[in-house]
């Protein structure tokens, strides 16, 4: 407890160091959204500066979230020369308000030109400041937004900002019609869970796929996979604990409430998961959990894989994103209480993200693209591309109730006795839970399971808040128009219900059947990340997010490039990893053994003809024909590679193209090369085995 949030400027320690006023100047800004007063901001500098090097720092940095998913700072240090050669240590305001990193090179999507270097750092002062420490020393990180010379969002956090005002100004209008005039505003929260790979650093540093790419491109599977469902839960080797006990450590000093960790399911695999708390907070939370997790890996010799599918044949990792919605005297409005056919309030917010959902499942789907999870989702451990709400029985009764016209129960769980005199009787909740579902309701939030694991949360809640204020918005106009509220709402929620139970599905996500019902129901199945970039900017897209002042058009054509462009940059980084591997490791390697090979049997010929058999015999043809079929893979791959460089044209069709050619080249060489290894003598192959990186940690 005296270490927790020991390195963060917290409102204890701005209570602490902070004039009254200045202090609740602050706050207001903090927990109200007011515009936050400028005078303050000297004072606010100097006694952050105090704090952060009574603690040993001596730099600082505006720490803020560029379009590349990964974090960005420049580091500032604290002095300043004196006339007598000496200097001071020195932190004004306007170095906390704005900072001037080089906005030029940064992706863009066309929005500024490389000549057009200007950008601006903004002090998000709703997200607290906190120390780093670290190799470098210790630097006290400013969470900041980062926009463009001409104002334009050029990060994740800005459009991250602006949705969650745009969600709190629609709600408030539902909550005024209900009667409440004390809410002054309302937040969504959101708690990230973690899944990782941990593997051997020395076996990492062999393998060029994963240091260039995040995941093995070539790898056969090892005599034992996941299917004993053995290291799910399982216990946590010696290892393994005392990585995960640095990290929490870490993380608790930073004000990070790391609640849960445990293995996950495929072999290799952990899982770490934070108490909820306001979203813009969770973001920068789960950039620094990612960061922690691979710093304190690396102490420990290990190395941690945030890539959606770093192995093929096992299960991926992902984000499960825990979002809901409260006011700011803490009321969850997602929680339906016992009795939820009587929660008028709660039924329109629940009947608001279903129609949110359905209606834009195109962009939620959007906003969980990339290629890792074009891997990932689909398979036994992910939902699959195509989007759906699970909401359990209760729920799903009480809908089908104010569909018929009336609400006249709340389905109860009841208790459930496990026949062990020794053992408690327990309270058995209203629903069960399901697993296969990309959206699904846990009682008093909404799990989004499909977001990858790699990415910033900061783009799946951007999306999610502005669809949902969307819905909000529509109600509220349809209700503040009614001539009587208590009439109109029962009807407004019956005509949402109907017009969008399509997306309603409590089943098995993963099976065949749903497939074929999700397409007669209508629902996208939008299968690869290129397929799903286009929904950022149709018009319906740039209506909303215009509307609520969350990403301009500029804005939302800009990122559309930016996701194109890494597409096809990423994936023809792994196409040129693939073929370096395979044309210097691997063809090198399997012709060694074949050459060995043939040089034994002809040697057994020699000295004892009667011991040859067919069998040695095919076993040189098999090898030489799987080198043969190598090296003809190796040429095709190697040869739409060139072509790809050479394409004219916009970025979508780049992106088509990978997508359709480089990618099934590549399935197509790794298939062959997989062969090999089953082949070749383990001690001439040139880098560990799934068998080692899977198992030896």
């Given at each position: 407890?005296?270490?927790?949030?020991?390195?963060?400027?917290?409102e204890?320690?701005?209570?602490e160091?902070?004039p009254?006023?200045?202090?609740?100047?602050?706050i207001?800004?903090?927990?109200?959204?007011?515009p936050?007063?400028?005078?303050?901001?000297?004072?606010?500098?100097?006694?952050?500066?105090?704090?952060?090097?009574?603690?040993?720092?001596?730099?600082?940095?505006?720490?803020?979230?560029?379009m590349?998913?990964?974090?960005?700072?420049?580091?500032?240090?604290?002095?300043?020369?004196?006339?007598d050669g000496k200097?001071?240590?020195?932190?004004?305001?306007?170095?906390?308000?704005?900072?001037e990193p080089?906005?030029?090179?940064f992706?863009?999507?066309?929005?500024?030109?490389?000549?057009?270097?200007?950008?601006?750092?903004?002090?998000?002062?709703?997200?607290?400041?906190?120390?780093?420490?670290?190799?470098?020393?210790?630097?006290?990180c400013?969470?900041?937004?980062?926009?463009?010379y001409?104002?334009?969002?050029?990060?994740?956090k800005?459009?991250l900002?602006?949705s969650?005002?745009?969600?709190?100004?629609?709600?408030?209008?539902?909550?005024?019609?209900?009667?409440d005039t004390?809410t002054?505003?309302v937040?969504?929260t959101?708690?990230?869970?973690?899944?990782?790979?941990?593997?051997?650093?020395?076996?990492?540093e062999?393998?060029?796929?994963?240091?260039?790419?995040?995941?093995?491109?070539?790898g056969?599977?090892?005599?034992?996979?996941?299917?004993?469902?053995?290291?799910?839960?399982?216990?946590?080797?010696e290892?393994i604990?005392?990585f995960?006990r640095?990290?929490?450590?870490?993380?608790?000093?930073?004000?990070?409430?790391?609640?849960?960790?445990?293995?996950?399911?495929?072999?290799?695999?952990?899982e770490?998961?934070?108490?909820?708390?306001?979203?813009?907070?969770?973001?920068d939370?789960?950039?620094?959990?990612?960061d922690?997790?691979?710093?304190v890996?690396?102490?420990?010799?290990?190395?941690?894989?945030?890539?959606?599918?770093?192995?093929?044949?096992v299960?991926g990792?992902?984000?499960?994103?825990n979002?809901s919605?409260?006011?700011?005297?803490?009321?969850?409005?997602?929680?339906?209480?016992?009795?939820?056919?009587?929660?008028?309030?709660f039924l329109?917010?629940?009947?608001?993200?279903?129609?949110?959902?359905?209606?834009?499942?195109?962009?939620?789907?959007?906003?969980?693209?990339?290629p890792?999870?074009?891997h990932?989702?689909?398979?036994?451990?992910a939902?699959?591309?195509?989007?759906?709400?699970?909401l359990?029985?209760?729920?799903?009764?009480i809908?089908?109730?104010?569909?018929?016209?009336?609400?006249?129960?709340?389905?109860?769980?009841?208790?459930?006795?496990?026949?062990?005199s020794?053992?408690p009787?327990?309270a058995?909740?209203s629903?069960?839970?399901n697993?296969?579902?990309?959206?699904?309701?846990?009682?008093?939030?909404?799990e989004?399971?499909?977001?990858?694991?790699?990415?910033?949360?900061?783009?799946?809640?951007?999306?999610?808040?502005?669809?949902?204020?969307e819905?909000?918005?529509?109600?509220?106009?349809?209700?503040?128009?009614?001539?009587?509220?208590?009439?109109?709402?029962?009807q407004?929620?019956k005509?949402?219900?109907?017009?969008?139970?399509?997306?309603?599905?409590?089943?098995?996500?993963?099976?065949?059947?749903?497939?074929?019902?999700?397409?007669?129901?209508?629902?996208?199945?939008?299968?690869?990340?290129?397929?799903?970039i286009?929904?950022?900017?149709?018009?319906?897209?740039?209506?909303?997010?215009n509307?609520h002042?969350?990403?301009s058009?500029?804005?939302?054509?800009?990122r559309?490039?930016?996701?194109?462009?890494?597409?096809?940059?990423?994936?023809?980084i792994?196409?040129?990893?693939m073929?370096d591997?395979?044309?210097?490791?691997?063809?090198?390697?399997?012709?060694?053994?074949?050459?060995i090979?043939?040089?034994?049997?002809?040697n057994?010929?020699?000295?004892?003809?009667?011991?040859?058999?067919?069998?040695?015999?095919?076993?040189?043809?098999?090898?030489?024909?799987n080198?043969?079929?190598?090296?003809?893979?190796?040429e095709?791959?190697?040869e739409?590679?060139?072509?790809?460089?050479?394409l004219?044209?916009?970025?979508?069709?780049?992106?088509?193209?990978y997508?359709?050619?480089?990618?099934?080249?590549?399935?197509?060489?790794?298939?062959v090369?997989?062969?090999?290894?089953?082949?070749?003598e383990?001690k001439?192959?040139p880098?560990?085995?799934?068998?080692?990186?899977?198992y030896?940690?």
């Amino acid at each position: 407890m005296e270490r927790f949030a020991a390195n963060v400027f917290s409102e204890t320690v701005m209570k602490e160091r902070l004039p009254k006023s200045v202090y609740q100047m602050l706050i207001k800004t903090i927990k109200e959204g007011y515009p936050l007063d400028p005078k303050c901001a000297d004072v606010v500098a100097n006694a952050m500066k105090e704090w952060a090097v009574e603690r040993g720092a001596t730099h600082f940095t505006h720490w803020f979230q560029p379009m590349t998913g990964f974090t960005a700072e420049k580091h500032d240090s604290f002095i300043a020369p004196c006339s007598d050669g000496k200097v001071m240590m020195e932190f004004s305001g306007k170095e906390l308000i704005k900072g001037e990193p080089d906005a030029s090179s940064f992706p863009n999507g066309g929005l500024r030109a490389t000549f057009e270097a200007r950008g601006y750092t903004a002090w998000d002062c709703t997200s607290p400041a906190f120390l780093r420490e670290d190799a470098g020393g210790i630097t006290l990180c400013i969470p900041t937004a980062f926009c463009a010379y001409t104002g334009e969002a050029l990060d994740k956090k800005t459009p991250l900002l602006r949705s969650m005002d745009a969600i709190s100004k629609e709600a408030l209008r539902i909550l005024r019609l209900f009667g409440d005039t004390t809410t002054t505003r309302v937040i969504t929260t959101v708690g990230a869970e973690q899944e990782y790979f941990l593997v051997d650093k020395d076996h990492y540093e062999k393998r060029k796929d994963l240091i260039l790419a995040g995941r093995t491109l070539f790898g056969a599977m090892p005599p034992k996979g996941q299917e004993l469902e053995d290291h799910y839960f399982g216990s946590i080797k010696e290892r393994i604990a005392a990585f995960m006990r640095e990290v929490n450590e870490e993380l608790w000093k930073m004000g990070i409430p790391a609640k849960t960790q445990h293995n996950e399911v495929a072999p290799g695999q952990f899982e770490l998961a934070p108490v909820f708390t306001t979203t813009n907070i969770a973001v920068d939370q789960n950039q620094l959990v990612m960061d922690t997790l691979k710093k304190v890996a690396l102490r420990h010799d290990l190395v941690c894989l945030l890539h959606e599918k770093p192995f093929a044949g096992v299960n991926g990792s992902g984000k499960h994103n825990n979002w809901s919605m409260s006011t700011n005297d803490g009321q969850n409005l997602l929680e339906p209480g016992k009795t939820p056919h009587e929660n008028a309030q709660f039924l329109t917010f629940l009947c608001a993200v279903i129609k949110a959902v359905d209606e834009h499942a195109d962009l939620l789907r959007l906003a969980c693209a990339n290629p890792g999870n074009d891997h990932r989702l689909g398979a036994n451990e992910a939902p699959p591309a195509i989007i759906s709400v699970f909401l359990g029985d209760q729920l799903t009764d009480i809908l089908e109730q104010m569909q018929n016209g009336g609400l006249k129960r709340s389905k109860q769980g009841g208790k459930m006795t496990i026949g062990v005199s020794t053992l408690p009787t327990l309270a058995k909740d209203s629903t069960d839970r399901n697993r296969t579902s990309p959206f699904a309701f846990t009682g008093n939030k909404f799990e989004f399971r499909m977001v990858p694991s790699s990415i910033s949360v900061a783009g799946p809640n951007t999306v999610l808040n502005t669809i949902v204020a969307e819905a909000l918005a529509q109600i509220a106009d349809r209700l503040e128009e009614a001539e009587d509220f208590n009439t109109a709402l029962p009807q407004l929620l019956k005509e949402i219900v109907i017009n969008h139970k399509r997306i309603i599905f409590n089943g098995n996500n993963y099976s065949q059947d749903w497939v074929e019902e999700a397409q007669r129901r209508g629902l996208p199945n939008i299968s690869s990340t290129v397929e799903a970039i286009p929904a950022l900017i149709t018009g319906k897209s740039r209506e909303i997010f215009n509307k609520h002042k969350v990403l301009s058009q500029e804005e939302l054509y800009s990122r559309y490039e930016i996701m194109l462009e890494r597409y096809c940059k990423q994936l023809n980084i792994e196409a040129m990893t693939m073929l370096d591997m395979a044309k210097r490791q691997i063809l090198p390697a399997a012709c060694k053994y074949v050459s060995i090979m043939s040089e034994a049997i002809n040697n057994i010929k020699a000295a004892v003809p009667q011991a040859m058999t067919s069998g040695q015999e095919r076993v040189v043809l098999e090898l030489a024909a799987n080198i043969q079929a190598l090296q003809e893979k190796i040429e095709e791959l190697d040869e739409l590679v060139g072509n790809g460089h050479d394409l004219q044209g916009d970025t979508y069709e780049h992106a088509v193209y990978y997508r359709d050619k480089i990618f099934p080249a590549m399935d197509c060489l790794r298939s062959v090369a997989d062969r090999l290894e089953s082949l070749v003598e383990a001690k001439l192959w040139p880098f560990p085995t799934y068998s080692e990186l899977l198992y030896i940690v």
